[in-house]
């Protein structure tokens, strides 16, 4: 059993690149440091999240956990706010004798600044670009497409939404939209930034109706998909409407 753990913490994106390059860096790390359980997480937009990773350092026996934000530029706002998360976590295994750190910004390292200066000093580093004469300003004519579709849903895969696990809820979301063959055509896709009620996440957004569907899970998820996109009737458990005033998490259990 690994007493000592890592977690390497990035920020995730629209395609596979960042999972890809983050398991780069956790297999360098596996080689270099072989007596620590080394894991990698995402803060937003890519699972797993920050606490899905706590979650397995701490059932594998690690009680030690190293934080490592291996994202550049560093965000204080999301800095202050991923102490909290775990200063949550921590509160939720109290008594568990687990312990975290947090390792500071990438940014602030010497040797960032020094792998840069070396980069931008060698004249014939990078992929050469050619030019391409009489190229238009638009990319494919498929970018200028706006696909028709019956329902625009926005998901919300802010920081807070993917600590709340909206990563696993959109996937399978997504999935039966596939196997029901509404993916794209009756339902069009977007996944954003934070959509601003966070406490109330997973958040995500149903047009042309502006229904807010919040706390939502992998149930919440198929219903939704079998009675407002297969049937046209809001899910009303999970459904909220915009106010003024702090709303609660639905409960569809009482
Ligand atoms: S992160 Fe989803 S609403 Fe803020």
Redesign the pocket.
């Known amino acids: 059993m690994k007493r000592h753990a890592v977690v390497l913490l990035g920020r995730g994106g629209y395609s596979d690149a960042p999972k890809v390059q983050l398991a780069g860096l956790v297999k360098r790390l596996e080689c270099t440091i072989t007596d620590n359980l080394i894991l990698g997480a995402f803060v937003d937009q890519a699972t797993p999240s920050l606490p899905q990773a706590l979650d397995e350092c701490a059932e594998s026996g690690a009680r030690r956990i190293l934080v490592v934000p291996v994202y550049v530029p560093d965000d204080r706002n999301l800095g202050a706010w991923i102490l909290k998360l775990i200063k949550r976590w921590m509160a939720n295994h109290a008594g568990e004798d687990v312990h975290v750190s947090v390792s500071r910004p990438l940014g602030d390292h010497e040797a960032i600044a020094e792998a840069v200066v070396q980069i931008a000093s060698d004249p014939v580093s990078g992929d050469h670009v050619s030019q391409v004469v009489g190229l238009s300003d638009n990319g494919e004519p498929g970018w200028s497409v706006i696909p028709p579709h019956k329902y625009h849903l926005l998901q919300?895969r802010?920081?807070?939404?993917t600590a709340r696990g909206s990563g696993d809820t959109w996937d399978h979301l997504n999935g039966r939209l596939q196997d029901e063959g509404m993916l794209d055509k009756d339902v069009l896709v977007a996944q954003t930034g934070?959509?601003?009620?966070?406490n109330l996440?997973p958040?995500m957004v149903v047009y042309p109706e502006g229904v807010w569907y919040c706390g939502m899970d992998r149930s919440a998820a198929d219903r939704v998909v079998d009675e407002h996109f297969g049937k046209g009737q809001v899910v009303s458990d999970y459904a909220r409407t915009p106010a003024p005033q702090a709303q609660r998490m639905p409960d569809p259990s009482s």
């Open positions: 919300c802010g920081p807070r939404c934070c959509l601003y009620p966070c996440g958040v």
